[in-house]
């Protein structure tokens, strides 16, 4: 089995900016990358997290250290651009794993956020015809 370094992408939103709220979302959605991806910690390379000017409770990266085997796992925090009438209250994350080729990739977008990329709502797969992508709101990344 061939395996190669790959990219998710990935998003939630928080009820409020308060560490209990950041952590909540943030365990939320990184349980949902490594069951729906079928990931191990161990395959991540790294991972980039970026949160809204309005969340400033805590830093991402710390909610995910606490998790089993992620303490080894390289990981930065920033403060994503502010676009006026962007979503709020956003975090978001690229992470960049070693997965088999084959595999497909479900890239998480959850809570407000989902409607940040509806079309990838669904498998990628690097096999396969291009996925041709339609976005109508200036929300979406």
Known sequence: MDWQMRAIRGAT?????????MREAVTELLDELESRNNLQPKDIISVTFSVTKDLDAIFPAAIA????????????????????GSLQRCIRFLIHV?????????????????????????????????????TTSSDRE
Request: glycine residues 4%; hydrophobic residues 40%; negative net charge.
């Open 98 to 134: 070693y997965l088999p080729i084959s595999a497909p990739i479900y890239h998480i977008y959850l809570r407000h956020a989902a409607n940040l990329r509806p079309d990838w709502s669904l498998p990628q797969s690097l096999a396969g015809s291009p996925q041709v992508v339609v």
């Open 65 to 84: 250290r606490t998790r089993p085997d992620w303490d080894g796992v390289a990981m930065l925090d920033v403060q994503q651009m502010h676009v006026e």
């Open 13 to 21: 939103t928080v009820s409020e900016n308060t560490i209990e709220a």
